[in-house]
């Protein structure tokens, strides 16, 4: 009976090694999956018994196998593309443009008034006359163009654009025989002094580069520089100023020649002095005489199509120092055709006259065309704004897996976890189960 008590007690020892040994597993793939239960030791053979007796059968205890458990399966996290905003549409180019809004300091002033007006818009260019009633202001007397020189000093971006008389007592009506005899005084160099005077003047404000808008509309009849009653005897007298001018140490004037739009009372291309002399082709152009489209404008002789044309053939760039609104009333229509003509063949400047009849911000006569005027040129100082550069994320790395529940991993080392194919991981429940 004690030996049998004995064998049993041995039996139940081998069953429970058999069971611990079972629940040793691989965990293979990702996750740490349990491998397949041990097979059963080999039970070992009970001692003879004193009284000879049949042994009872000996029945191996089952071998229970441990539950694989799939490892758990952890989805990558999910990364939204980035979305990178459009860009902001980018405004068009503004071409370079002022107006004219009164010839002393109180012209300046008003075209910050006209810039806040525009919504911010920037105007780059500045316009003013010098006055004609003597030689002493075509000279550029004292305290008069200091205003303007210190705006055109504040930014290199801007121009300034000064109107300059070819002669004295400019607008009082002389004869045809009168404003002869004072070309020709002129093309003999008798008033050279007072043009240097000016270029030295100029020079010593610091703006050299000033674009000089010299004798204009020569082809009318309203000013004393006038053309028509001596064309050659003008285009010497042209020559002579330009040329006296510019040998003023330090100068970088541009010349601009300036008909008004159409014949007047002589072509304008008969008192063209020369391309040595001329920078710029300029025109004067307002919305006139009543009854005339633009069109009209365009095509007629001596009209903005012929100053294109003129002009490229000579290699020069085109100006509109004066235009604005006059015999048409309030003509929107030629205001944003005249806009769109300025914009189409890359004028150099352009400035409007802005009093009444002719202007948009200090006439209330024309608000139709001040609606246009303001509308295309609204808002248009800002550069494009670069869209926001989104970086790329960085992709979360994958949270490693997770063994499963009830269940130790074993460290082996990298070199045999190599040749398993993964972690071996002993369950907590191995003892319970064995049982």
Known sequence: MAAQQGGARSRRLAVVAVTAVASVTLAVGPGFAAGPGAAQAAEPPAPAPTTPAPAPPVVPAPVVPAPVVPAPVVPAPVVPAPVTPAPAPAKAAVPPFGAFLDSGPLGVARMAQLSHWLGGTELKVAHTYLPGNRWSDIEGSPGFLDVWARWRRDKADRTLVLNVPMQERNEDDLSDAQVRRLLRQGAAGAFDQHFKALAERLVDLKVPDTVIVLGWEMNGTTYTHRCAPDPAGWKTYWNRIVTTMRSVPGQKFRFDFTPSRGRDAV?????????????????????????????????????????????????????????????????PEYVKRMLAWIDEHKAMYNTLTDYCPHGVWQCADNPASARVYRTALYDRTEEPVPAPTTPTPTPKPTPPSKPPANCSPLDLGDWVEYWLGGKLCIRFDWWSRSR
């Open 267 to 331: 072509p304008w291309t008969e008192c063209y002095p020369g391309d040595s002399t001329v920078d710029i082709v300029g025109m004067d152009s307002y919305d006139q005489p009543g009854g005339m489209s633009f069109d009209e404008q365009v095509k007629e002789p001596y009209g903005l199509q012929q100053q294109v044309d003129f002009a490229k053939s000579h290699g020069k760039p085109i100006s509109y120092p004066e235009w604005g609104l006059f015999r048409n009333g309030d003509d």
